[in-house]
C-alpha cells in the first residue's frame, strides 16, 4: 500500500518569499513522485516529477523538489513566491512499473501569495 | 495538440437519476483514468482503462462503472445517484504505462 501525507492544508507566503510545500510518503516499492497544482475550476497540471533518475527535481514555473529516500520526503521549493502561484498543489505517488497508472494523492495544499 | 476534453461541465442531477459524463483523451493516448474529488475526501482513483479493458478499479460501489471506446474516448457512468456523489470527476489520458497523466477540467455534478 501506498500514502502520501502533506502537511499544512493551508500556507501563506509573502510575495518574493520561499515557498516550502511538504510531502511525506509511504511506498513498498521505489515510487514515483508527482507535484501537480490546481487553479480555481481547473483540473490538475503536471509540475514536475520524479521517476528515480536525478533526486533534484526541476519543474514547470520555477519549481523544484528534492527526493529524499531516508526521509521520505519530496519537499516542493520555489525561490521566489509570485502572486500567480496561488493554487492548491497535490503531491501524488504509485508504484514504479506496476503497468497501470493508479496515482495516491495527499490531500492539498492551498498556497495564498501576500502581496 | 488539443488537451484533454471533458463533457459537460457542469451537471445537476437528482437522488436516484443515473448520470453518464464523457472524456475524450490527447490523440495518441491509450490510458484514460477517472478520479473523483470532494472537499472531504480528497482525490480519490476509480478506475483506468486501456485499449478498452479496465486494468484497474478503486474503492467504489458498483454503481460507477466506465467504459472506453476503440478511439480511446471513455465514459463514466453513475446510477442511482446519492447527494454524496456530488464532486467534481477527472478525467485524465496518458500516453503509456509510467507516463505522466494529463487532466481535463473535469465535470462537476451536483445532485440535489
Known amino acids: 500500500a501506498q500514502s502520501v501525507t502533506q502537511l499544512g492544508s493551508h500556507v501563506s507566503v509573502s510575495e518574493g518569499a520561499l515557498v516550502l510545500l511538504r510531502c511525506n510518503y509511504s511506498s513498498s516499492v521505489p515510487p514515483y513522485l508527482f507535484w501537480y497544482v490546481q487553479y480555481p475550476n481547473q483540473g490538475l497540471q503536471l509540475l514536475l516529477k520524479y521517476t528515480s533518475a536525478a533526486t533534484l527535481v526541476k519543474g514547470i514555473n520555477g519549481f523544484e523538489a528534492e527526493f529524499k529516500k531516508s526521509e521520505t520526503s519530496f519537499h516542493l521549493t520555489k525561490p521566489s513566491a509570485h502572486m500567480s502561484d496561488a493554487a492548491e498543489y497535490f503531491c501524488a505517488v504509485t508504484q514504479s512499473g506496476a503497468g497501470s497508472y493508479q496515482l495516491t494523492f495527499g490531500k492539498g495544499t492551498k498556497l495564498s501569495v501576500i502581496p | 495538440k488539443a488537451g484533454v476534453t471533458q463533457t459537460p461541465r457542469y451537471l445537476i442531477k437528482t437522488r436516484g437519476q443515473q448520470v453518464t459524463l464523457s472524456c475524450s483523451p490527447i490523440?495518441?493516448?491509450?490510458?484514460v483514468s477517472w478520479y473523483q474529488q470532494t472537499p472531504g475526501q480528497g482525490l480519490q482513483f476509480l478506475f483506468e482503462?486501456?485499449?478498452?479493458?479496465?486494468?484497474n478499479k478503486g474503492n467504489f460501489p458498483g454503481r460507477f462503472s466506465g467504459r472506453q471506446f476503440s478511439n480511446s474516448r471513455s465514459e463514466m457512468n453513475v446510477s442511482t445517484l446519492e447527494l454524496g456523489d456530488s464532486a467534481l470527476y477527472l478525467c485524465?489520458?496518458?500516453?503509456?504505462?509510467?507516463?505522466?497523466?494529463?487532466f481535463g477540467n473535469g465535470t462537476r455534478l451536483t445532485v440535489t
Open positions: 490523440s495518441g493516448h491509450r490510458s
Open positions: 482503462y486501456f485499449s478498452e479493458t479496465q486494468r
Open positions: 485524465a489520458s496518458s500516453l503509456a504505462s509510467d507516463s505522466p497523466l494529463h
